[in-house]
């Protein structure tokens, strides 16, 4: 079976840091990339950020390009998104997703296969 398991929210305040991770199962890591989506109440879901990893290609949404990087560790089939200079504005709901093959220009929600459960990232002001 496929699975996604994404953990590391929480509550932070404005300036502080998380590091989300999504462990990956069922799927050649190497073949795969994986995007990391928020959602907000009322709001469609939204790309913020996607690494290939065969290749290390990356996408950056523009609201967090510099302050949030993304990398993996292949032996342990995790990507891990570190999120620095936490706003208000991320607070959200955070999903990691795979498809198959590279991150596009500008990854779309309904182009991933597989999705993780979610977890909940709050910024305090």
């Known amino acids: 079976d496929v699975q996604l398991q994404a953990s590391g929210g929480g509550l932070v305040q404005t300036g502080g840091s998380l590091r989300l991770s999504c462990v990956v199962s069922?799927?050649?890591?190497?073949?795969?990339?994986i995007g990391w989506f928020r959602q907000v109440p009322g709001k469609e879901r939204e790309a913020v950020s996607c690494?290939?990893?065969?290749?290390?290609?990356?996408y950056f949404a523009d609201t967090v390009k510099g302050r949030f990087t993304i990398s993996s560790d292949n032996a342990m089939n995790t990507v891990y998104l570190q999120m620095n200079g936490l706003k208000p504005e991320d607070t959200a709901v955070y999903y990691c997703?795979?498809?198959?093959?590279?991150?596009?220009?500008?990854?779309?929600?309904?182009?991933?296969?597989?999705w993780g459960q979610g977890t909940q990232v709050t910024v305090s002001s």
């Open positions: 997703a795979s498809i198959f093959g590279y991150c596009s220009s500008y990854p779309l929600a309904y182009e991933y296969n597989n």
């Open positions: 069922g799927l050649a890591f190497d073949a795969i990339a």
């Open positions: 690494l290939s990893i065969y290749d290390g290609s990356t």
